[in-house]
């Protein structure tokens, strides 16, 4: 297919063809979105929420749905949560807890592998996906294998017509003899939410 011809299908999609990718490009964050995560880290207001957000995590280990919604995401090679929207929140807040997450993950030996921004049209509504992909920093071990940590983290951030939906994140690790066997989840959970300090 020729760059016209992509360019030409992206713009007069047909709507039985399936969602159409109107921007893909490296996420990056502008001075004032900088400025406001900066106001954000050093308030109260980060330690209030990752303090709500733990409590609701384990809350719903046991089986109790408290007023921000989290969600737990669990499979043998997976692990992770994803947190609803709440309007008490502003989406500046959002944003930064977003961009926090990736920060924390940042202090555990990872990289940030990839980070980017996809505008996707569906069929009734505009979808927004931001993500910070992080790798471990693949130290070697002694016995050869190559450290994963906790996996590979996958943080999102998705928005509904602009407007802030949910933030994920995920370990996902490798079943590999070239690697060390994974670190627990759950000690990755305390030490995001700094409760093991």
């Known amino acids: 297919m020729s760059f016209f011809d992509d360019i030409y299908n992206k713009i007069f999609k047909g709507k039985d063809e399936g969602p159409a990718e109107l921007i893909h490009e490296t996420l990056e964050r502008t001075s004032r979105e900088s400025e406001s995560f900066q106001s954000w880290l050093d308030s109260s207001k980060r330690a ?11 809350l719903k280990k046991k089986g109790i749905v408290t007023k921000l919604n989290v969600h737990l ?11 609803t929207y709440d309007n008490d929140m502003s989406s500046d807040e959002f944003r930064n807890l977003f961009d926090y997450l990736k920060e924390k993950t940042l202090d555990f030996e990872y990289r940030l592998a990839q980070n980017d921004r996809r505008i996707i049209d569906r069929a009734s509504f505009e979808e927004v996906i931001e993500k910070w992909y992080l790798k ?6 002694e016995e050869k294998k190559t450290n994963q940590l906790y996996g590979n983290i996958l943080i999102e951030y998705v928005m509904i017509d602009r407007k802030p ?16 066997e994974a670190l627990p989840f759950e000690e990755f959970i305390e030490k995001l939410f700094d409760r093991n300090l």
């Open 48 to 58: 209030e929420l990752m303090t709500e957000i733990y409590n609701a995590y384990h």
């Open 73 to 83: 995401l669990e499979t043998k090679y997976s692990n992770g949560f994803a947190v």
């Open 136 to 141: 471990p920093q693949g130290l070697e071990l």
């Open 165 to 180: 939906s949910y933030i994920k994140l995920m370990a996902n690790i490798y079943q590999d003899r070239l690697y060390s």
